[in-house]
């Protein structure tokens, strides 16, 4: 049997295909492609070794030290002031703490029963604080805290600062002696109190029933002097009696004089009513007693003496309706204080006089000040006084720093820390700053910035930065100029005062140094 490969003719386009598969064309593309990646990964490789393939001069080139540079700062005219920088904190001198207590037994239990101030507020002499069971509060002027009730007859220089407290809110006291509570004293209480809106207070039912009975004596005494009087009167006015008439025989008998007689009568009238009249005296001397002591009066749970006033309200601590128990009311009088703590070397050249400004940075606020005291080393962080008014006390706080009895010892910001500012830390001097004005409210309680000047030249001097000068093993001190080309001079200078990383300097002769110039302070 035979195949057949070929139709019959044997015609070309009459010959079966061959089977499907890449053409010649096809196969040459994909061996130019795969040359020509070989290609590039040896070239690729070819830079990766030469990377990691140098030659000994360029290692050393790129194993040397870059080229030099220099630091350099110019030369300045200006004032240098030698100055010490440090911590201060700001803090009111007292803290008052009011404690109400009761302005009477008949009050029971104490309830805030009004308030007249808010925390913020200001108090202003006169102005009403609040109101406990109905009883007043208010503030007055006063260097002496509240310790007794202050009544009708007291003297002490409680009763003078009463008075000029009045005085001051235009209630003048009369022709009362200062320091003595008399009758102009208590029309200025009476007036203060109406002007208030609130009952006047009293001396109480005692006084008064003491003035009544005094009263009843002297008017019985005078009673008596006009009844005496009027029987007296009406003995003069009687017409004599007719002598009997004498005759020859008898003679004239003398006139009686005996008991029963007219005469008689009479010396007994002038007697009782001489005796009338000297207890009525007596009577009414007792009576001018009884009234000094009685009257208008001011209890002491009703003021609050502050040393300065207007005060700054700190703290309420109380609701109308709400039991007052403790310190219902805080007030701060007096302005601030402020006391920087040095280190003992910053504190040698410090003395008092010298200039200071105080600086709070987190907001700008700067304010001038002097050195009026410079203290005794101590731990304690400087605070202020908590005094407690009312409650029956007026003593100082005596807790430790930092809690109650201090005010402004916990408070200090957190713009930079004070030398004590935690137990066992060493020692500091406390600086006391006067400020030249009133330091604003905002800065009670801040930790600030305290500049101390300490002296300052008389006008501008030529200076560079301290590291600018230096000096050889001779002694001799230079500073090194630079000009506009990078050309290098030394110039010998003689140093002044520094201050603030500044130094003044003195070209020697012929040297040549302006201010302008650069010098240079490091490479």
């Given amino acids: 049997m035979t195949a057949t490969t070929m139709t019959a003719g044997g015609a070309d386009d009459d010959v079966a295909d061959p ?29 990766g070794a030469a990377a990691f393939v140098k030659s000994p001069a360029e290692r050393a ?80 002027p006063g260097p002496v805290p509240a310790y007794r009730d202050v009544k009708p007859g007291a003297t002490g220089p ?31 209480v009476t007036a203060f109190y109406r002007g208030l809106g609130y009952p006047v207070p009293t001396t109480g039912a005692t006084t008064q029933q003491a003035v009544d009975t ?3 004596a002297v008017d019985a005494d005078r009673r008596t002097v006009d009844g005496l009087t009027e029987r007296k009167r009406a003995g003069a006015t009687r017409a004599p009696a007719p002598a009997p008439a004498a005759t020859p025989a008898t003679p004239a008998t003398p006139p009686a004089t005996g008991p029963g007689t007219d005469i008689d009568i009479d010396i007994d009238i002038d007697q009782q009513l001489a005796a009338t009249r000297k207890q009525l005296a007596a009577d009414q001397v007792a009576l001018e007693k009884a009234r000094a002591v009685n009257g208008p009066m001011v209890p002491a749970a009703h003021v609050l003496f502050l040393p300065v006033l207007p005060a700054a309200v700190t703290a309420v601590n109380g609701s109308v309706g709400s039991p007052a128990a403790g310190t219902l009311l805080s007030l701060t009088s007096g302005g601030l204080d402020v006391t920087g703590q040095l280190t003992p070397g910053q504190a040698a050249g410090v003395k008092p006089g010298m200039a200071a400004e105080i600086l709070a940075e ?32 007026a003593a100082p706080g005596g807790a430790p720093p930092g809690g109650p009895g201090t005010v ?11 030398p004590n500012n935690a137990a066992g830390t060493p020692s500091y001097i406390p600086v006391t700053i006067t400020p030249s004005g009133p330091l ?11 500049t101390i000047r300490r002296d300052a030249a008389s006008a501008p001097v030529t200076a560079v930065p301290v590291a600018a000068v230096s000096t050889d093993a001779a002694g001799r001190t230079s500073v090194t100029r630079v000009d506009a080309a ?19 300097v003195t070209p020697a002769d012929g040297a040549g140094l302006r201010p302008g110039d650069r010098v240079v302070v490091g490479k």
């Fill in 440 to 450: 604003p409210p905002a800065l009670n309680g801040k930790n600030v910035r305290l």
């Fill in 158 to 188: 409680d009763v003078a600062e009463l008075q000029d407290a009045l005085s001051g809110l235009g209630h003048p006291i009369g022709d009362d002696d200062k320091g003595t509570f008399g009758p102009g004293t208590a029309a200025a």
């Fill in 362 to 393: 987190d907001t700008g606020t700067t304010v001038s000040g002097t050195v009026t005291e410079v203290g005794a080393p101590t731990t304690a962080p400087p605070a202020g006084r908590v005094i407690t008014l009312g409650g029956g006390a």
């Fill in 486 to 504: 990078g050309t290098r001079t030394t110039v010998p200078v003689s140093t002044g005062v520094s201050a603030d990383g500044m130094v003044a």
């Fill in 61 to 140: 080139a790129r194993t040397a030290p870059p080229p030099e540079s220099l630091l350099t700062a110019p030369v300045v005219s200006q004032v240098l002031t030698r100055s010490v920088t440090a911590r201060a904190v700001v803090y009111p001198p007292a803290q008052y703490d009011v404690v109400p207590s009761a302005a009477s037994p008949e009050i029971t239990r104490l309830f805030v029963s009004k308030l007249g101030v808010r925390t913020g507020d200001t108090a202003a002499a006169g102005r009403l604080l609040a109101e406990v069971s109905g009883q007043p509060l208010f503030a007055l």
């Fill in 19 to 47: 089977p499907a598969g890449p053409s010649r064309g096809a196969r040459r593309r994909r061996v130019l492609v795969g040359v020509a990646v070989a290609a590039a990964l040896v070239a690729v490789g070819g830079l």
């Fill in 408 to 418: 402004g010892g916990a408070t200090g910001g957190a713009a930079g820390a004070p």
């Fill in 214 to 216: 005094a009263q009843k």
